[in-house]
C-alpha cells in the first residue's frame, strides 16, 4: 500500500518517538505514516536511510519537556498497538522494552520538572503528526502493519537521539539535560533494533 512520508525539521521525541507541545508543534504533519491506498509501498530501506532527519534542539525547557512528554506517549502507545496487533516475538520485544523504557523516561521526566527551577509543568499530548502516525498503525493490515511500525519508529527515534543528544549539549535546564543524556542509551537501543528489524521485514 502506498505511504506518505512526510519529513519534520525538529526533532520527534526524546525516549522521552520520538515531539511534543511547544514550540514542536510548528512542525506537525511531517513525519507521518498515513495509508492511502491498496497498491504498495512508497519507500524502501534504502530510500529511508537517505532521508536522515534534521537535527533538532528545542529553545527551552519547556519545549524540551513538551517534545518528550509527547514523544513519550506515542512510543508507548505505538508499542502497546504493535503488541495487540504484529503476529512477530521480535516486534513484541522490541514493543516491550519501549514501553518499559518510556514508562521509565515519563516518571524521571516528572522528577525533573519538579526539580527545574521555576517547576515547569507539561501535559503530555501527541502532537497532529503522531496522532496521524497512530491512525495509520491502526489502518494498517496484518501484512503491512509490523513495515509501517517499524518505519515509523525508525524516524521517531533517530530524531528522538538528536534531541537528546543536542539538549544535553545545550540545554538551560540542568534536571533536563540531565534527563536528555539518561535516555540517549535506550533511544539508540531501540533505534538500532528497530533497524535491525526492518532490514529483516519482508517486503
Given at each position: 500500500?502506498?505511504?506518505?512520508?512526510?519529513?519534520?525539521?525538529?526533532?520527534?521525541l526524546?525516549?522521552?518517538?520520538?515531539?511534543?507541545?511547544?514550540?514542536?508543534?510548528?512542525?506537525?504533519?511531517?513525519?507521518?505514516?498515513?495509508?492511502?491506498?491498496?497498491?504498495?509501498?512508497?519507500?524502501?530501506?534504502?530510500?529511508m536511510?537517505?532521508?536522515a532527519?534534521?537535527?533538532?534542539?528545542?529553545?527551552?525547557?519547556q519545549?524540551?519537556?513538551?517534545?518528550?512528554?509527547?514523544?513519550?506517549?506515542?512510543?508507548?502507545?505505538?508499542?502497546?498497538?504493535?503488541?495487540?496487533?504484529?503476529?512477530?516475538?521480535?516486534?513484541?520485544?522490541?514493543?516491550?522494552?519501549?514501553?518499559?523504557?518510556?514508562?521509565?523516561?515519563?516518571?524521571?521526566?516528572?522528577?525533573a520538572?519538579?526539580?527545574?527551577q521555576?517547576?515547569?509543568?507539561?501535559?503530555?499530548?501527541?502532537?497532529a503528526?503522531?496522532?496521524?502516525?497512530?491512525?495509520?498503525?491502526?489502518?494498517?493490515?496484518?501484512?503491512?502493519?509490523?513495515?509501517?511500525?517499524?518505519?515509523?519508529?525508525?524516524?521517531?527515534?533517530?530524531?528522538?537521539?538528536?534531541?537528546?543528544?543536542?539538549?544535553?549539549?545545550?540545554?538551560?535546564?540542568?534536571?533536563?539535560?540531565?534527563?536528555?543524556?539518561?535516555?540517549?542509551?535506550?533511544?539508540?537501543?531501540?533505534?538500532?533494533?528497530?533497524?535491525?528489524?526492518?532490514?529483516?521485514?519482508?517486503?
Open positions: 500500500m502506498t505511504i506518505r512520508i512526510l519529513m519534520a525539521s525538529a526533532a520527534v526524546t525516549l522521552g518517538a520520538c515531539d511534543g507541545g511547544g514550540g514542536a508543534n510548528e512542525n506537525i504533519a511531517t513525519d507521518t505514516i498515513a495509508i492511502d491506498d491498496g497498491n504498495n509501498m512508497a519507500m524502501n530501506d534504502m530510500a536511510n537517505d532521508m532527519p534534521a537535527a533538532g534542539v528545542p529553545a527551552s525547557g519545549d524540551y519537556a513538551a517534545m518528550a512528554a509527547a514523544s513519550d506517549l506515542y512510543e508507548i502507545e505505538g508499542a502497546r498497538l504493535a503488541m495487540e496487533k504484529s503476529e512477530n516475538a521480535d516486534i513484541d520485544a522490541l514493543a516491550e522494552m519501549i514501553v518499559t523504557d518510556h514508562e521509565k523516561s515519563t516518571t524521571d521526566l516528572k522528577t520538572l519538579g526539580q527545574a521555576p517547576p515547569i509543568t507539561v501535559t503530555p499530548e501527541m502532537n503528526e503522531q496522532q496521524a502516525n497512530m491512525e495509520a498503525l491502526r489502518a494498517a493490515d496484518a501484512a503491512m502493519f509490523d513495515r509501517t511500525y517499524l518505519q515509523q519508529q525508525v524516524m521517531a527515534h533517530q530524531r528522538a537521539l538528536d534531541m537528546a543528544r543536542g539538549y544535553a549539549q545545550s540545554g538551560e535546564v540542568p534536571a533536563l539535560q540531565q534527563h536528555a543524556t539518561s535516555v540517549v542509551g535506550p533511544i539508540q537501543r531501540h533505534l538500532d533494533r528497530a533497524r535491525q528489524l526492518l532490514e529483516q521485514a519482508p517486503q
